[in-house]
């Protein structure tokens, strides 16, 4: 990225907002994407960038996407995201994340933080010390606690919709799933997929978590890298990145691309090569919204509240029909179809923003 107002135009963004403490050895980024739908809310990083230009771009990129999971989830948030630029295993964490509770609080309530990478429960509860605008928290607190069954209940219903649109019916049972990444969501996909009657082939480079699993449950279990090979209904990649690419893309053997891992997709065009393989490929950031979704339905009504938050996130399964409809329509592929079906939503509801109260 050469210019950050380039980028802010092409994307659109409202803010970036820079914030540094000398003594503390502090730098932190804020990016606001796009408010017109809510307060702009994502979860702070802990990372240690090149540079500072590629800290910025992250905090850009990440708070766009952040805009997209909410307006296609049917959530009225805006997209934000904010970066500490450091070692993420830095130990003198209160001074680091009370400081950032601080800024945070200035911009009151324009944007709400959370967990992500490299940060934890612990480093939000610093935050709340501060501010009142964190949402990722511990029960005890008033936050939702641990969200990844709920992430991993949405994918499952995002399942179901892929199913239906295969085989006519969301029926689980029976249908074989591979399950790449056996870490918080993993474990409890393949959890609630066993209660569904799958048939499960396992993975993950950890062979203590794939021991776990496997003891506990009847599936099978293929090396890391044979996982793409597995002949499978449904591949369910929920580890890293990237793993639909040139190299990957020949070898699946699967009806359906449906997980939990962010930015799946290597490349866009690699979206369109699933679609010409007649692959259907579940968009990420709408089968894996399912704990952001539960955690932040808490805003605005103060109190967690587990029937209507596992309510909303089981709507993924009409979101992702919306997606299928709208890639029909269009004649596009279903990763853009989400783009659309997120924008369409800002578009309209911007419409309706413009008639001032009386
Ligand atoms: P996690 O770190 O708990 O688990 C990831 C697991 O993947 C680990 O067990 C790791 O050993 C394994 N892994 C890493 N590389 C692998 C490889 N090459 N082959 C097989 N396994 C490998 O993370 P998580 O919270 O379970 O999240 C999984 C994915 O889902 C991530 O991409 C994350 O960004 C995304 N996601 C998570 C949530 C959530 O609620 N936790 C929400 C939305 C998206």
Redesign the pocket.
Known sequence: MDSIFEHMERYDHEHVFICQDRSLNFKAIIAIHDTTLGPATGGCRMWRYENEMAAIEDALRLSRGMSYKYAAAGVNLGGGKAVIIDDPRRKDREPIFRLLGRFINRLGGKYITGED?GTTLKDMEYIRMETEHVVTLPTYLGGAGD??P???FGVIRAMMACCNRIYGSDDIDGKTVAV?????????IVEQLHELGARLVV????RE?VEAVVSKYDVQRAA??A?YDVNSDIFC?????G?INDETLNRLQCRIIC?????QLKKERHGQLLEDKGLLYAP?YIA?????IYDTDRLGTGAVNHERGREKVSRIYENLKRVFEIADRDNIPTFQAADRMAEERIRKVAEVKKYADG
Not at 259 to 263: L, P, Q, T, V
């Open positions: 990478v969200i990844a709920m992430t991993a790449q990444g056996l870490g918080a969501v993993g474990h409890n993975t993950d480079i950890d978590k890391p890298e996982i990649p929920c580890a890293l990145g793993i997980g939990s891992a962010n930015n990420d894996n919204a399912g704990g952001t």
